[in-house]
């Protein structure tokens, strides 16, 4: 059916020349505006702002795969990562005019500038003012939010304004949104005329224009002398029959009578850069102004709401928040759905609007159904009014070899890209699992944060994985930068990893990419990392960087063991760097300052970790290799552990008895050694006691115990049962003189103020009661419960039924293990 029948019965309007329509980007009113006017015109041809390099993909529109919201992403050639998005929406009146044409068999095309300029423009403006390589994209009914060359800033002395905010104050409203709303939003087409809006809105642009000329868009000038060029040779080809669907600000600049050599010579000399145009998908979220790549409008979800509301929108919209409030649990019937709808529309006509608008209904839903919380109604705002709606573009549209490699991961792997966030929990131990995990890690590696690891819930075993989840829309301008390095998503991450290894600038980031590379799974860029990292680490002589780069190694044999990688290269790098750090250690803790010893301390604990992790390593390879018969049976796997764990304590013993160590780093090394069980509880208490006697200055005292019961190490639980300890540190803090007390009151409240609530209520019970018999903190007199010097049979028989209960025992088995405890 051609475009004119579909007109025929309709009013034709009186204004020669092609069909402007104005409208808002994002608009439902806009896009309803258009829909009646295309069928009413019934145009031979449909133009649209936007880069005529998609008029290609215009025909995927009509794919039964592609759901808005979508994007046209159109980036250049060599410089991917400089792009520009012109997104489109269920409502947006491009989207449906691209939707009218195709099912009317009508031509449609683009008529704004081409991106290969746009672009261009975007790397002179960044090369000058030296800004981030990203993009902005269209918003608002005309350029003053940003239309889909809002990326290429203006110049600063520019004044820019916002067509829509100076109608609103001019019609006596503050807030623009509102004012369309009741304008726009709320009102259909009346008099059966559907050109009217078009035409009320038209004049009112004109009126601005004349006034504030570009209104600080000086490229539009441009951008609309390449617009009316394309009209002009539309009408050569179709005549009067060309409908234009543009931001209404262009409007009055469409109609301008200019010659051809007029317009031409804006065009001339433009710069041009080779670029790429495909769909990628989009989600409400980045419609909105809160995000990165936003597109103006503050409610996208409830945009979409109004234009698909075939009627009763406002009924319609409080029972998708009741329905979404009852799924979180929250006590919402129908008639909080009645009584929220009564008063938004009592608001509304106590407030002069046509009919109730986001404000009402929002109002309404925090007074009845969220009982005036902003908790729940928070919810609301993000999950209705602005929305997780993830668009979807077709296998067809045209996309770089990597991204096509990574759908194919992505649907082998069942892992569907998804706009709201969620945790996923991976066993490694299964086939699937451990393909995703490789995946996302390699995305990481990439780049493309589609994913990010999180502690695991229930497990900490390395066999187990969680990750936070959630696709958002410019990682696909990530992807297509990624492709440089490859055209599958391995190889890519390969070359990336190999050139991250060269140029890393330190022992520790080359070690975290070794990491790294085991857990993605790159089998043949990790000889190169590692022949970067003993190149690394046989020249770095700072113990600190040495100590840094060690934690990655040993956890990355960790993850080589359960993901069946082998490590052996790695384990002899990880134990040669050991070795130097036992070595440099002692002398490099020697006359430090109060921050480099705070940083020292970090460097003991993580490689005191490191050891432990390296030396369950040793044991357990050794006790493969006797179970499979392999050579090298004369140590035990009991001796290697013993050998890098006692040259271990030996270094940490070392620390302790040096007076040029820094006493926060004494104070740790005993604790190590007291939480191995290398010192013991007597030798503890008298290197504290020398410690904390009335020689040692305040302020070296207090660095020691913050070094040994600070850190969030448990060092609180030890004061609470070993009164000895706690005896000590009491003594002498009632000792500090006054003047001194002023200068270590910060470091022992920062030591004390890390401890639980319930540790720190204890050790103030404790030393309320004061010493006790041999210097005691524990008062045997005491009547405070739960704080008797012997125990409690009484209390401690009364969680009997309960423990029976848990361990699913009788009586008798649990009077008979608790006599074998006793025994």
């Known amino acids: 059916m051609s475009g004119r029948a579909a007109g025929s019965a309709a009013e034709v309007r009186r204004t020669p020349g092609p069909l402007l329509l104005g409208v808002r980007h994002h608009g439902p009113g806009s896009a309803r505006a258009v829909r009646a006017a295309l069928d009413a015109a019934g145009p031979r041809v449909v133009l649209l702002e936007g880069p005529p390099e998609a008029d290609a993909l215009i025909a995927l529109a009509a794919d039964e795969d592609m759901r808005p919201p979508v994007a046209l992403l159109a980036h250049v050639v060599d410089e991917p990562g400089r792009s520009a998005f012109w997104p489109l929406a269920e409502f947006s009146p491009e989207w449906v005019a691209i939707r009218w044409a195709l099912e009317h068999e009508v031509p449609a095309r683009f008529i704004d500038l081409p991106a290969t ?59 623009p949104e509102r004012w369309w709303e009741d304008v726009i939003e709320h009102r259909g087409v009346r008099g059966g005329d559907a050109f009217a809006p078009f035409e009320v809105l038209g004049e009112a642009m004109e009126a601005l224009r004349e006034v504030y000329g570009a209104g600080g868009h000086e ?11 394309q009209v002009r040779a539309a009408q050569r080809e179709f005549g009067d029959d060309v409908a234009v669907v543009c931001g209404a600000w262009h409007v009055p600049a469409l109609r301008q009578r200019t010659t ?101 209904t929002t109002d309404a839903v925090r007074a009845v159904m969220c009982e005036g919380s902003d908790v729940p109604l928070a919810l609301v705002h993000d999950r209705l009014v602005v929305g997780d709606v993830l668009g979807e573009v077709p296998a067809a549209a045209p996309a770089v070899p990597l991204q096509r490699d990574l759908a194919r991961l992505q649907r082998r792997l069942r892992l569907k890209p998804e706009a709201q966030e969620r945790e996923l929990e991976l066993d490694l131990r299964k086939e699937t699992d451990g393909g995703r995990s490789r ?49 599958t998503v391995i190889a890519a991450a390969t070359a990336k990893a190999e050139s991250d290894a060269v140029g890393a600038r330190s022992l520790a980031d080359v070690t975290g990419l ?124 009991g001796d290697s552990r013993a050998g890098i764990r006692g040259r271990w304590h030996s270094v940490l013993g070392t620390l302790c008895a040096r007076d040029t160590v820094p006493g926060v780093v004494r104070g740790r090394a005993v604790r190590l050694l007291l939480d191995d069980g290398e010192l013991g ?37 030890l004061l609470v049962h070993d009164e000895r300890l706690l005896a000590l540190v009491d003594s002498w803090l009632t000792g500090v003189p006054g003047d001194a007390f002023t200068d270590v009151l910060p470091l022992l409240r920062r030591t004390f103020s890390a401890y639980e609530p319930g540790v720190r209520r204890t050790l103030g019970e404790l030393v309320r009661r004061g010493p006790g018999p041999r210097g005691s903190v524990a008062d045997t007199v005491s009547g405070t419960p739960g704080f008797a010097p012997d125990l409690d049979e009484d209390r401690a028989d009364a969680v009997l039924p309960v423990l029976r209960l848990l361990l699913g025992l009788d009586e008798a088995d649990v009077d008979n293990d608790l006599a074998g405890v006793g025994r």
């Open 117 to 175: 300029h746009t672009l261009a423009w975007g790397r002179e403006e960044g090369e000058r003012e030296e800004e981030k390589e990203e993009v902005r994209v269209k918003e608002g009914a005309g350029e003053g939010e940003g239309e889909p060359d809002g990326f290429l800033s203006e110049p600063a002395e520019a004044v820019r304004i916002d067509p829509l905010a100076v109608l609103a104050e001019t019609a006596g409203y503050d807030d």
């Open 681 to 717: 509880q007597e030798e503890a208490a008298r290197l504290m006691g020398l410690v904390l006697s009335p020689g040692t200055a305040p302020g070296d005292a207090a660095a020691w115990i913050e070094g040994f019961v600070g850190g969030g190490s448990g060092g609180g639980m």
């Open 439 to 487: 995946l996302l890690h390699r995305l990481r590696l990439l780049g493309v944060g589609w994913g990010e690891p999180v502690a695991s819930r229930g497990s900490t075993g390395t066999f187990r994985e969680t990750w936070r989840l959630r696709w958002e829309p410019e990682l696909a301008v990530r992807v297509a930068e990624a492709g440089v390095w490859g055209t």
């Open 219 to 229: 490229r539009d000038l441009v951008r609309e002398a390449y617009m009316r060029l």
């Open 260 to 360: 051809v050599a007029a317009d031409r010579a804006l065009l001339k000399g433009l710069p041009k850069v080779k670029a790429d145009m495909t769909w990628v998908p989009w989600t409400h979220r980045r419609l909105s102004r809160m995000s990165g790549y936003g597109a103006g409008i503050d409610s996208p979800g409830w945009y979409g709401h109004l234009f698909a509301a075939a009627d009763r929108p406002i009924e319609r919209w409080m029972t998708k928040v009741a329905r979404l409030l009852r799924d979180e649990d929250r006590p919402v019937s129908s008639a909080h759905v009645i009584e929220a709808v009564r008063l938004a529309d009592t608001l509304a006509a106590m407030r002069g609007r046509p009919l109730p608008g986001l404000t009402e």
């Open 514 to 637: 070794a990491e790294r590379c085991l857990l993605a799974e790159l089998p043949d860029a990790l000889p190169v990392v590692m022949r970067i990292l003993a190149d690394r680490a046989a020249l770095d002589t700072d113990v600190g960087h040495l100590a840094q780069a060690l934690p990655a190694l040993v956890r990355s044999l960790r993850y080589g063991d359960v993901r069946g990688t082998g490590t052996q290269a790695l384990a002899e790098v990880a134990a040669g760097l050991a070795e130097r750090v036992f070595v440099g250690l002692p002398p490099a803790c020697a006359a430090l300052d109060t921050e480099a010893a705070e940083e020292m301390r970090g460097h003991v604990d993580a490689v005191h970790g490191a050891v432990g992790l390296l030396a369950e390593g040793t044991e357990r390879a050794e006790e493969t290799e006797r179970a499979e018969g392999a050579a090298g049976t004369g140590g035990g796997a």
